[in-house]
Nanobody
Framework: QVQLVESGGGLVQAGGSLRLSCVNS????????MGWFRQAPGKEREFVAT????????YYADSVKGRFTISRDNAKNAVYLQMNSLKPEDTAVYYC?????????????????WGQGTQVTVSS
């Protein structure tokens, strides 16, 4: 069973940093590709970043490339999103997601398991 719980969101000024964490309380975390998505009010959920099951390959949305870093620690059943140089347009609820089929997709339907989300608010 996969249960994802995000944490680390909050209010930060533009230019600041936050580190999001996502912990899986279930088994076999190390065999899943993981992704981060976000959803702003009135907008569709959008892809942010993904990392393969080994942690050896990552991919980012153009809007966050160079500012955000996804990483994972399989021993801790955790995936992280380090967010630097935050902008007001990064304001959203951030979700982590797991894909047991190792597709490393950038669309939400490719992920089978989702956390409840954590709010990130960036003030100008």
């Amino acid at each position: 069973q996969v249960q994802l719980v995000e944490s680390g969101g909050g209010l930060v000024q533009a230019g600041g940093s936050l580190r999001l964490s996502c912990v899986n309380s279930g088994r076999t975390f190390s065999s899943y590709d993981m992704g981060w998505f976000r959803q702003a009010p009135g907008k569709e959920r959008e892809f942010v970043a993904t990392i393969n099951w080994r942690g050896s390959s990552t991919y980012y949305a153009d809007s966050v490339k160079g500012r955000f870093t996804i990483s994972r620690d399989n021993a801790k059943n955790a995936v992280y999103l380090q967010m630097n140089s935050l902008k007001p347009e990064d304001t959203a609820v951030y979700y982590c997601a797991a894909d047991p089929k190792l597709r490393r997709g950038i669309s939400a339907p490719m992920y089978d398991y989702w956390g409840q989300g954590t709010q990130v608010t960036v003030s100008s």
